[in-house]
């Protein structure tokens, strides 16, 4: 049963790329905000489905197809996977693309929860090189298996898997109150 199913996605992811691998992350990226909001939410609080929708709507509409096109691009602009060129793609995947979507996460998210501008840049000031010493401790690994054995066509699902426990991170990160208000609240 189980291998059918992953035929059949295998297959569908094949024949529908897009769609299927911006479904596969926007169901992990829910998920791991799910996860998130259990772990590190107040027991006394409810599950916040809008939140869980926004992290939805941000994988199938951002990260998934974000991506598609970026291991598309990355291969086409530095084919193989001899050690040379997967160094050279883990060295500009961690250089350019890391906090380029950590960035359209933390202003995406904040727009699809109305926050203002100015808002939404405080917190991406305030969180960025936090939010990027989290990324270099899983990212640099996972993107050398990614590009040194996982055939392109599988990435994006291969990095949606890694990325559930990303996401509860992030999730984590885009939801925890700044530093400053944490110490004035548990001060009075």
């Known amino acids: 049963m189980m291998q059918r199913l992953l035929q059949n996605y295998i297959a569908t992811l094949e024949s529908h790329p897009i769609p299927v691998k911006s479904v596969t992350s926007g169901t992990l990226m829910g998920l791991g905000d ?22 939805v709507f941000f994988g199938v509409a951002a990260s998934g197809p974000i991506y598609h096109y970026w291991y598309k691009f990355m291969e086409r602009m530095i084919p193989g996977q001899t050690m040379k060129p997967v160094l050279t793609k883990l060295l500009v995947d961690q250089s350019v693309m890391a906090p380029t979507i950590i960035t359209t996460f933390f202003f995406g998210m904040g727009l ?50 890694v990325s559930l426990f990303w996401s509860i991170y992030l999730s984590h990160v885009n939801n925890r109150e700044p530093q400053h208000q944490l110490s004035e609240i548990t001060n009075e």
């Open 34 to 55: 799910l996860i998130s909001q259990i772990l590190y939410g107040k027991k006394e609080e409810k599950i916040q489905w809008m939140r869980t929708a926004q992290m």
């Open 112 to 161: 699809m929860q109305a926050k203002p501008l100015e808002d939404i840049y405080h917190k991406w000031r305030r969180e960025i090189i936090p939010t990027l010493k989290g990324n270099y401790v899983l990212w640099p690994a996972a993107t050398f298996i990614a590009y040194k054995y996982v055939p392109q066509t599988h990435r994006v699902a291969y990095i949606s898997v």
